[in-house]
């Protein structure tokens, strides 16, 4: 059954250079409830390179990374160490086979010193099997050193920078005589001249033969460090290469290359007057001069990288946090949102990215869970009714067809899709007048993106107004009206639907000319 | 009826009824009615204060200063009752759930406009509200002779086959569970509890939801105060110390994920009486209390084990789907 992919294993285990690969996989599909994270991807690392991974979020990237960190056994394929088929059992084994990883927000311990952050779980030890600080101490900073870093090893983590964040990391790394070098976006949160400084270190790593895996979605950056590449779309490897000989528009077309024309029948909606304006909307320090209006029966997409300050903005405009300053106008009439029942009430709802965790209480009953911000509606003189609330919940169990024993059986037995459409009924049974969706399809199959890009069709036909956040360029261009793109904060520029290109918004959202 | 069988409050009842067999063997006259509606009367006061614990645990919170409270509002109570003879009963008891409330309220205030952790909050007031009762009486007591007979015989009085004290928490008992099952107040715990983000979203007041279960705790502690000191005809700074914690070991036998927002009145309920019928006849069958200590604490730690379990059960639900698709992968490897 899961062997209907049929072999294409297109990558070459042998350098040009003919250097073999120190790390080798093949074939590696991971397939999770209703998806499949990875479908068959094979990827070789070599000594002395650095392989930029690219791709759109939720191309299967993080995935990868969890399976060569030991975090997920794939259901398919093979890894091969120096050539022989090596199983990552768990964490302990993947830094056994030298893999490590530099992550996003780096996962150290704050309330530890650098040189325990370092030597975590291998520390050096004295004859009485105590963790022996001078010798501990004295080897983390020989590492710094090397890395050309001045730390005092013996000052806490949460006094540093996240630049000397990473170069902990990096020296931890070393302590383990990593030889495989994974980093996850590690440029995200650097200046320039940080970026600079990492980028010397990862030359340094290179010159020590160490094959380096490195994230990014900066293509300049790629462009500037890299020397192979390979590109994920849609838990599928869809090209590898040498970086410096494939021009960038080859990568774009690569990572978003299909026709989305077609696979997002949208269905064209009469669309009316102004419903919500947004007027220069400032947060202290996520999002800046944000202005935008949503018409009734528009779908508005957000488009931008992780980081953009999409979500920060739509939460804002939810209640969740208080923005700087701007207006909000709903139907024509100012409005202040402080709080997030405030904008249930004025009829603007958010259905959040994370639904398990901030949308679901899992040991409460089905209904209840569908009722909890509609209980003003439900009740009759301060009491709950529970009559009403299972006729509520019925309503929108019907309508989008959720699979449950029982409406009071709690959410946590039910399935990771039927678990969504609880989420989404319980915002529709509050009648917004407008809704936003962050990723509405995210960490779901094909098939069921379908039938959420059908309902969405429709709820915008029935006169709503819908704000969809998306990393997905397809699902993006094929679903807006119009869509704004953001970057860093900023709005990179709104287009209208007959403008909208993934070439275009790759362009504005990575600011790449 | 497998799914009632399944159920926690069933298999917590059974046990309670296989105990109170075996404890008969053991003593004659143990499972009469008399001896049964004994230990409730004897267990109401822990019953309502575990309503209290109760409310404030499944909003992901805990009131260590239940017991502390009563001890305060006990005294200050039966003060009042010593000074002034002449006000009635019923003042008494409003000024006992007002001070209660105030006490919980400080609680409450803490915890969310503050946002201290609440086991801080309450073990730092814990010992504040004892010192106040300290403060108050100057160390000395109030006992039965300074009491008015009103003030100390309405809990005793029988009606309709019950003494009052028991009756008051047949009432508390009903009026939590109508509150915690059919007002939004109620619905806003168990979602505060299991998951305050998503409160958050659903436009709950989260912190709001808190204040308000650590006032209804406090009233509830200031209403026990009056039953407990008329009940032992006396008040001291020291009165129900370490009561606290069996107010909370109730709830843990009861099945209240003291992770929040998992439990139900009626869990409580048996707890609490579980640990009653325990303190009730250990005794008669000849068990030291130094022993009953260990005896209830082997308890408490069984139901926590209990409880654990049965969430890494509901997790395997969750996941179920997940391990389903990675065994194939592990048979083959």
């Keep these: 059954m899961l062997m209907n992919n049929a072999l294409q294993h297109n990558v070459a285990s042998v350098a040009p250079g003919d250097v073999p690969a120190i790390l080798e996989m093949r074939g590696i599909s991971q397939i999770f409830p209703g998806v499949k994270a990875l479908d068959n991807v094979s990827i070789s690392l070599y000594p002395g390179k650095v392989t930029a991974l690219i791709g759109e979020n939720g191309a299967g990237k993080s995935t990868l990374v969890k399976i060569l960190t030991g975090i997920y056994r794939p259901n398919e394929g093979e890894i091969l160490v120096d050539g022989k088929v090596t199983t990552f059992a768990n964490a302990q084994a993947a830094i056994d086979a030298g893999v490590t990883a530099i992550h996003q927000e780096t996962v150290l311990f704050d309330e530890l010193t650098v040189a325990e952050n370092i030597f975590l779980g291998h520390a050096p030890r ?31 983590l949460k006094d540093l920078s996240i630049a000397q964040r990473h170069l902990v990391a990096i020296s931890r790394a070393l302590s383990i005589e990593a030889r495989i070098v994974i980093m996850d976006e590690p440029t995200a949160a650097l200046s320039r001249k940080e970026i600079d400084d990492l980028f010397r270190i990862v030359e340094g790593l290179k010159a020590q033969g160490k094959a380096i895996l490195f ?28 970086l410096k000989a494939t021009p960038q528009d080859e990568i774009v077309r690569l990572m978003v290359g299909r026709d989305v024309e077609n696979a997002f029948p949208k269905v064209d909606v009469a669309i009316g007057g102004p419903v919500l304006q947004v007027e220069k909307y400032c947060h202290q320090t996520e999002f800046r001069d944000i202005s935008l209006t949503l018409r009734k029966g528009e779908i508005l997409g957000i488009y931008g990288l992780i980081g953009a300050g999409r979500s920060e903005l739509c939460q804002s405009l939810f209640g969740i946090t208080k923005p700087l300053s701007g207006k909000l106008s709903l139907d ?40 909890l911000p509609s209980l003003g509606r439900t009740s009759r003189k301060g009491f709950l009714k ?5 006729a509520l919940a019925r309503k929108y169990a019907e309508r989008l067809d959720l699979r449950a024993a029982a409406l009071s059986v709690p959410v946590g037995t039910l399935s990771g899709g039927n678990q969504q459409k609880v989420v989404i009924g319980k915002w529709l049974a509050t009648m917004p007048k407008v809704i936003i969706l962050d990723e509405p399809t995210k960490g779901i199959d094909i098939g069921s993106k379908a039938a959420v890009h059908g309902f969405i069709s429709e709820l915008a036909a029935e006169g709503l107004s819908i704000i969809m956040i998306s990393s997905e360029l397809p699902e993006i261009i094929g679903m807006s009206d119009r869509v704004l793109v953001m970057k860093e904060g900023l709005s990179a520029g709104l287009f209208e639907r007959k403008d909208l290109t993934p070439e275009a918004l790759v362009r504005a959202a990575t600011g790449n000319a | 009826m497998p799914r009632l069988l399944r159920k926690r409050e069933t298999l917590l009842f059974i046990i309670i009824a296989v105990m109170i067999a075996a404890f008969s063997t053991r003593a004659d006259g143990f499972a009469t009615p008399g001896n049964l509606s004994g230990i409730f009367n004897d267990t109401s006061i822990l019953i309502i204060l575990a309503l209290a614990q109760m409310t404030v645990i499944l909003t992901k919170s805990i009131d260590l200063s239940v017991a502390a409270n009563l001890a305060f509002t006990g005294m200050a109570i039966a003060m009042l009752n010593a000074t002034y003879p002449g006000l009635p009963l019923v003042v008494l008891i409003l000024a006992a759930i007002l001070i209660g409330a105030c006490l919980g309220a400080i609680n409450g205030f803490l915890v969310w406009a503050l946002e201290i952790p609440p086991i801080v909050v309450t073990l730092g007031t814990l010992t504040i509200y004892r010192g106040m009762a300290f403060v108050l009486s100057g160390g000395e007591w109030v006992n039965a002779h300074q009491m008015t007979p009103t003030f100390l015989n309405v809990p005793r009085t029988v009606v309709m086959g019950m003494p009052i004290l028991s009756w008051a928490a047949v009432i508390i008992v009903a009026l939590i569970y109508v509150v915690l099952k059919y007002t939004q107040f109620g619905r806003s715990t168990y979602a505060a509890g299991g998951n305050p983000t998503a409160a958050v979203y659903a436009g709950i007041d989260v912190g709001w939801t808190k204040f308000l279960a650590f006032v209804l705790s406090g009233a509830l502690a200031g209403l026990a105060s009056y039953l407990w000191v008329s009940r032992y005809a006396v008040a001291y700074v020291d009165i129900a110390n370490g009561f606290e914690l069996d107010s909370v070991a109730a709830c843990v036998i009861g099945g209240i994920s003291i992770a929040g927002g998992v439990g139900s009145v009626l869990g409580t309920v048996l707890g609490a009486l579980f640990l009653g019928v325990i303190k009730n006849a250990l005794p008669v069958i000849g068990i030291s209390p130094f022993t009953q200590m260990a005896i209830s604490g082997t308890v408490i730690i069984l139901a926590v084990v209990f409880n654990a379990r049965r969430e890494r059960n509901r997790g395997r639900i969750i996941l179920r789907d997940k391990a389903a698709a990675e065994i194939p992968a592990e048979v083959a490897a």
């Design chain 1, 386 to 390: 529970a009559a009403n609330e299972f």
């Design chain 1, 126 to 156: 004295t004859r009485f099997r105590t963790i022996d600080w001078a010798l501990m101490n004295s080897r983390a900073k020989a590492l710094l050193v090397s890395l050309e870093s001045n730390i005092d090893p013996t000052i806490r």
């Design chain 1, 332 to 371: 024509g009439r100012e409005i202040a949102i402080n709080s997030p029942l405030d904008a249930i009430r004025a009829g603007i709802v958010y259905v959040p990215e994370e639904r398990g965790r901030h949308g679901l209480a899992l040991p409460m009953p089905i209904y209840q869970n569908m009722t």
């Design chain 1, 215 to 242: 994230i990014s979605h900066k293509f300049d950056e790629l462009y500037e460090i890299a020397d192979n590449f390979a590109v994920f779309r849609d838990g599928r490897a869809v090209g590898h290469g040498n």
